[in-house]
Every structure is written in structure tokens, then in C-alpha cells.
């Protein structure tokens, strides 16, 4: 199972009532760049500079975390990818540079060995493991066979072979091998209970007993997955998929919205798909009740849902404001209780959050920086807030560290992660990739469209959105 899977609509008008001003919601596309204020950028750059930092050149691996030595992971793999056209565009990075790491990337996903044995592999049936190995490109531990983490690195490629659209031979070959990887995928295999994708597989154990089937991350793996032109699955996946959508649709934290607890599940398919004016028949009867509502709205209720919670913080965390805010699945201090106050408190290490769901006081700055295009004005404040509050502490040459905890100022135990620093509390010492990619892909999307506008035009996605029977805006243009 995705270590961060755990078993979480309005019109521009609605959105700027619920105080979410400047979100746009017309689903036509945002052809004129949006102006970034000075601290956006620094942080995007900063941010963008951690991936050419860590990631290995050799092969285009990127490590999970990083100053801890680690495994990759191959979702971080595919943010990277998809930061690299990023910072061409900034100009942050030559486009040959670019191409090189991008063909190196594609090429080692290409020829990495696949098959049942559980070393010795990258993946099988056209999967990925999880996690790999830096250096060798294998399976790293007993890690899984991950259907989301494979959607992730293909969400990378894809878009990079839509960027790279040159006559170079080498942007050539990166459209024509990314091709192959993505056919070579078999995703009716994952297929074990009827109409549902398994989140993943072992080869001691088999097939993950869990499936895509609450609404959360896992909407691009569906898209993928019925947009392929070798290994199809049916549509009745995502009437499966949206058949219990009722049992998250909850107004209990703020605007009623499809509630999944952490912030990623609203961020990481929004990062490669453009929901704007989009509805699928879910979507499309829901407009009766909401006008205009659709999976972008959706999320744009889900932080002001996030906002609101940290406003009313009935658990008395320290830190929780309207300009500090976030959560999501992080890093933690670790999994013990300490009495702070006179009260005990429960933390834990990596885990999860959300309004309600192992909230322990852990504020992850990518729950509210990855969510730039659904409230850029909010989230801009809370950047600099966080800064203004605690940023000698969790702000650096590589923009945020992963998480910290405001409320745990001091313990007598010796942390195994993290340390406690002065006027902010715990201090996560790492950076995590997957909490990264979304900065500055979210951070870009607001900015210009750039990864929407590519894979608007993307024809794997544009067939599993048309499988999965979205209509509307830019989807019927393409």
C-alpha cells in the first residue's frame, strides 16, 4: 500500500464568499501568466533547487529524502521530471540540461529489469516498486509493487514528452520511449476485484487487499489506466470508483465537499490533470445542487475546509491560525504521548494528517504551498507567516523543511528524527520529495498552465477522461 494512503463546488462567486479570492473556476484556460509575488518565487526556486541537488545524474534517480541517506522513490522521480521543463521555463535550467536528465531518466526506466523475482528487479508487469535503490535501480527492501507511485513517475513522463515537442533526436527518443513504458503497463492485471485497481502487489504475498475505491490521489491512475491503448480497463472502474462518493461528501470541517483528511489526496492528481469546467456525470448532477462545481472546486472547498479547521483548532495545537496552516501526510516527531499543559498529547512519526484523522499538532508546509492554484491568496499568506514565525527554523537555501510541531517545545526523550529548535518547536530534518514536487508544480500551474496546458493535449489522458465520461470547457476543444 502507498505508504500515504491510509483507510479524505462552487462558482467563482462561491469561492470568493467562502474568502478564497482569486481562484479561477471557468475551466478555460489561463493564457496569461499570473504574477507571483517576490516570496512565491524565492520559494519555488528554492525548492526547484533540492531536486537538481539530490537527484542522481547517473541514472535520474531521486532519493525519498534527503540529507538522511535513502532509497528512492519513484514518485519523487516523476515530480523531478516534471520540474525539470519547469525550469526551463524560469530559466533556472538550459534546456539541454534539461533533455539530458530527463533522457537519462527515461532511459534507465526503460531498460530496468522487470520480472517476478522479488531482487533483482526495478518492477513487474510494467510497474515500479515503490522505493529503489539509489545506485541499482532495484526493488529496495520487501517494498511494494505500487500502482500510484508507477502513475506518478508516468504523470512525470508524459508530460516531459509533451514539453519536449522538438526535432532534436534526443527529444524524439524521450517521446518515443516514454511511449513504451506507459504501453507496456499492464493495469488490467491489477485488476483482482471486480471493477477496482489493487494499490499494489508483493512477490511473497501477492496483491495488496486494498483498492482505488475512496476518493482520494488516485483519480490519474484510473485516467492512465483506461486510457491505455495496450492494456485497457474498463469504464465501469470509475462508476466503481465514484459509487461512494456520498460516504465523503461531508460539510463537517467547512464548505460541504469530497472529504479526504490529508491535503495530497486534492493536490497530486490536480497536478497533471486540469479539472477546470470538467465533469464527469458525478460531477454533472452535483451541478444542481452547486452550480459550477466540479474536482477543482473541490479542492478549493478542501482548504478552505483545511483553513477553517486550524481557525477553530478545537484541539488547542499551538501555531493554528487563518496564516498557519496544513495538513497532510509527513513527517512527525514519533509515535509516543507527553503532557504538555497539564494535558497528555498523542504524536506520531510519519503518518497521514488531516482535519480530524491523527492530527497530533504537525503542520506540513506543502499542504497549503501545494495548494497555490485553489487559493493562491490564502496560501501566499501563510508562506508569509510561516516564514515571519518560524522560518529560522524550518526555512533554508532549499526552501521548507519537511514538517514541524509548534506545540512540542521540549521532551526528555531523545528524538530519533528531528530536533527541537527554539521559538518554533519540532523541527523535521529532512526534505521529502513528494512533498516537494507539489510546491513548485502547483506553485507553476497558478503561475502560467504550464504542466496543464501540455498534458491538456495528451492523448493516454485525454482517452481515460473520455472513457471515464468527462465532458465540458477545454475537454471538448481538445
Known sequence: MDRRHFLMGSTVAGAAALGLAGCAGSGSPWTVPTPLDPEVEELQRRTFNWFTHVTNRSNGLTPDRWPTPSFSSVAAVGFALTCWPVGVERGWMTREEARERTLTTVRFFHDAPQGPEPTGNAGYKGFFYHFLDMQTGHRFG???????????????????????????????EIRRLTQAVYERVEWDWVVI??????????????????????YNEGMLVLMLAMGSPTHPVPAAVWQEWT???????????????????????????????????????????KQAEIPGFDYFQNSVRAVAAQRKYAIDN????????????????????????????????????????????????????????????FAPTEVTACLKAMKAQYGHGIYTEF????????????????????????????????????????????????????????????????????????????????
Open 142 to 172: 520487501r517494498t511494494e509493487l505500487s500502482t500510484v507511485d508507477t502513475t506518478l513517475l508516468l504523470g512525470g513522463m508524459l508530460f516531459a514528452a509533451q514539453w519536449f515537442d522538438g526535432d532534436h533526436p534526443e527529444e524524439a
Open 193 to 214: 476485484r471486480p471493477n477496482r485497481i489493487s494499490m499494489g502487489w508483493h512477490p511473497e504475498t501477492g496483491f495488496i487487499p486494498a483498492d482505488w475505491h475512496v
Open 243 to 285: 459509487s461512494v462518493y456520498d460516504q465523503s461528501w461531508t460539510d463537517k470541517w467547512g464548505p460541504a465537499h469530497l472529504h479526504f483528511p490529508p491535503m495530497f489526496g486534492h493536490q497530486y492528481s490536480h497536478m497533471y490533470i486540469d479539472f477546470r469546467g470538467i465533469q464527469d456525470a458525478w460531477m454533472r448532477a
Open 314 to 373: 478545537t484541539m488547542g495545537w499551538a501555531g493554528y491560525s487563518a496564516d498557519v496552516w496544513g495538513l497532510t501526510a509527513c513527517d512527525g516527531p514519533g509515535d509516543f504521548k507527553e503532557v504538555i499543559g497539564g494535558r497528555e498529547r498523542q504524536f506520531f512519526s510519519y503518518s497521514a494528517r488531516g482535519p480530524g484523522d491523527r492530527d497530533d499538532g504537525t503542520i506540513a508546509p506543502t499542504a497549503a504551498m501545494g495548494s497555490m492554484p
Open 399 to 478: 526552501g521548507f523543511l519537511d514538517s514541524f510541531n509548534p506545540t512540542l517545545e521540549a521532551t526528555q526523550r531523545t528524538l530519533q528524527h528531528g530536533k527541537l529548535a527554539p521559538g518554533v518547536g519540532w523541527v523535521d530534518g529532512d526534505y521529502l520529495g513528494i512533498d516537494q514536487g507539489p510546491i513548485v508544480i502547483q506553485i507553476e500551474n497558478h503561475r502560467s498552465d504550464i504542466v496543464w496546458k501540455y498534458m491538456r493535449r495528451e492523448p493516454n489522458l485525454l482517452r481515460g477522461l473520455k472513457a471515464a465520461g468527462f465532458s465540458g470547457g477545454w475537454l471538448n476543444r481538445a
